[in-house]
């Protein structure tokens, strides 16, 4: 879905006229109505509110144009709903409500989540511990959080 459709759709679905949805964000109806035709679209700081204000990733917003992977254990994060969250509430793209929570990771160390994943994950090869950790070990070093 298009930035212009998923803001349209966002606001239709908070039973939000351009007028009410324009006092919330504190930009004229004209804005809406440009943002809803394609023609213009909103600036940094109103997309951060528009997240805030609606409870949906910028990412979301945007109409999903980049696949968000978690940098701490690489689960793809294709719903808000499991994206992690700052303190303040805000989304933190870049990691999943696992790994990452109200500012706070919850693996102190690549060892530890190294042993989480040798523990929970399925073995379908049926390959020694010792060769799982080296994969996970391979995958999770290109990863920002652990380079």
């Not at 324009?22 to 004229?28: K, P």
């Not at 945007?62 to 969250?85: A, K, V």
């Not at 999943?96 to 994950?121: I, P």
Request: aromatic share 8%.
């Amino acid at each position: 879905m298009e930035m212009q459709e998923m803001l349209k759709k966002l606001r239709e679905n908070n039973n939000l006229t351009q007028e009410q949805m324009a006092e919330r964000l504190m930009v004229t109806r004209q804005a809406i109505s440009r943002w809803e035709n394609g023609e213009t679209q909103p600036n940094t700081e109103t997309l951060k509110l528009l997240s805030r204000e609606f409870n949906v990733s910028i990412n979301t917003l945007l109409g999903s144009p980049r696949q968000l992977i978690c940098q701490c254990c690489g689960m793809p994060l294709n719903e808000d709903s499991i994206i992690s969250r700052e303190k303040d509430g805000s989304y933190n793209e870049d990691y999943c409500k696992w790994c990452y929570e109200e500012g706070e990771f919850a693996y102190k160390s690549k060892e530890g989540l190294l042993d989480y994943l040798v523990g929970n994950m399925p073995n379908p090869e049926n390959l020694k511990d010792e060769e799982r950790r080296s994969q996970f070990d391979s995958y999770l070093s290109q990863l920002k959080h652990w380079k």
